[in-house]
């Protein structure tokens, strides 16, 4: 079964800290997606990347950055967290191409204090 | 700018009942694809049901079949039999279909508790 997998499923930070939140996929997929999900405000986009060493910015880069060294996985990184970063988030990929639909890892919630 | 639009953020329907979860959307593009994705509690994201613009004929899988009318861009999911297993945030999502390699965007979601 493909799948999608992020290594945390909880993970409770201090302000300041930098954190790494990390996705693997093994379905050999071109693109990887990180989104953040926050009640009322549905999912948006905060990287993502179409290939190995390339990034774009989502809608709300803003405090983050990634890394993608190899071609299954995308890594999300907090360089400073913050509390207002306290959220979950979900990592996807897909194959090139428009019509095919994300698959999602089951998120990782991220508690800043 | 490319937007989806979800009206209702709760709903609750019987078990064994129909239900219909609306979706609108707004584009100038004629090519594109529509999703349905359903986030139980387990928070996994699963796809739902696919629509590709340029088909007329509605997406069904199962119990769950959309309701495409792409002049009024709605892109509703009729949930017939309704399960205990369908409570969840259901998000409608809609990607271009154009050359350019465009990202999925998300509508806000919709809540549906399926009630014994």
């Known amino acids: 079964d493909v799948k999608v997998t992020q290594s945390s499923r909880y993970l409770v930070k201090r302000t300041g800290e930098k954190v790494f939140l990390e996705c693997v996929q093994d379905?050999?997929?071109?693109?990887m997606f990180w989104y953040r999900q926050d009640p009322g405000l549905g999912l948006r986009l905060i990287y993502f990347?179409?290939?190995?060493?390339m990034k774009e910015k989502g809608d709300i880069p803003e405090g983050y950055s990634v890394s993608r060294e190899k071609k299954e996985r995308f890594s999300l990184i907090l360089e400073s967290a913050s509390t207002n970063q306290t959220s979950m988030y979900l990592c996807?990929?897909?194959?090139w191409g428009q019509g095919y639909g994300y698959t999602f890892g089951s998120g990782t919630r991220l508690t800043v204090v | 700018a490319q937007t989806v639009t979800q009206s209702q953020p709760e709903m609750s329907v019987q078990e064994a009942e129909t239900v219909t979860l609306s979706c609108t959307y707004d584009?100038?593009?004629?090519?594109?694809?529509l999703f349905w994705y359903k986030q139980p509690p387990s928070r996994q994201m699963i796809l739902v049901i696919r629509?590709?613009?340029?088909?007329?004929q509605n997406a069904t899988e199962n119990r769950f079949s959309v309701n495409f009318q792409k002049a009024a861009k709605s892109f509703s999911l009729k949930i017939s039999d309704s399960q205990l297993g369908d409570t969840a945030m259901y998000f409608c999502?809609?990607?271009?279909?154009?050359?350019?390699?465009?990202?999925?965007?998300f509508g806000k979601g919709t809540k549906l508790s399926v009630k014994p």
């Open positions: 996807a990929s897909s194959l």
């Open positions: 584009t100038s593009e004629s090519n594109y694809y």
């Open positions: 629509q590709e613009a340029y088909k007329q």
């Open positions: 999502a809609f990607i271009s279909g154009g050359g350019s390699q465009g990202n999925l965007i």
């Open positions: 379905m050999d997929h071109e693109n």
């Open positions: 990347s179409y290939d190995v060493k």
